[in-house]
């Protein structure tokens, strides 16, 4: 009954950890079998502060089966590019968080959680390159889209593109005006500096 209160005292202190043990004990969680969860937050968490050293496991995560590591991935890259620390990975990060967005959603909509992730992490990024992918997002009819992925979708287009779409009444509608009326040639998709 006191097993993790003896395992919670007997575990060491994430910021003292490489960041490849961290990675380790977030890949234990993702199973099979599940691994221990308490060790799994405080991992997921302290890596979140890492820097480039995670960016090439955070990408893989991107396909990893379970979608939870799908999600984890998109947030952490996610906080290195609003850090600048993509290095000279930014647009193939920026593709492939784009195609995160794309993947179908099934019944269950728990990919969901990692498509808005991918769009957080998009706008975090900043980088013109997103545009497309989001308004892929913007101009879906996939149901599972419409609401809150949507309207995080117009959020991150206006971060990108100078201009809030969230005073409007209707944000998703006024994103997707702005893009009826600005066509993919005429945005910059260089590097914001």
Known sequence: MLGWLK???QSPNPTELA???LM???ERFWGPPTGDYAEYVRAYSELANRGPEIRDWCRRLLTHPDNSARESGAFLL???GARGQLGDAVETVVGELGAL??????????ELQAVDA?????AKIGHQAAVPYLRAVLLSDNEFLAGDTQWSAADA????VGHSFMHSPDPVGAARTWLSSNTSSSIDTRPQS
């Not at 991918?118 to 998009?122: E, G, I, R, S």
């Not at 287009?157 to 990108?160: A, D, I, K, Q």
């Open 7 to 9: 395992r919670k005292l």
């Open 19 to 21: 960041s490849e043990e």
């Open 24 to 26: 380790a004990a977030c």
């Open 78 to 80: 996610g906080q290195l």
């Open 101 to 110: 967005t794309a993947r179908p959603i099934e019944e269950d909509a728990k």
């Open 118 to 122: 991918a769009v957080a992490a998009l």
């Open 157 to 160: 287009l206006g971060r990108l």
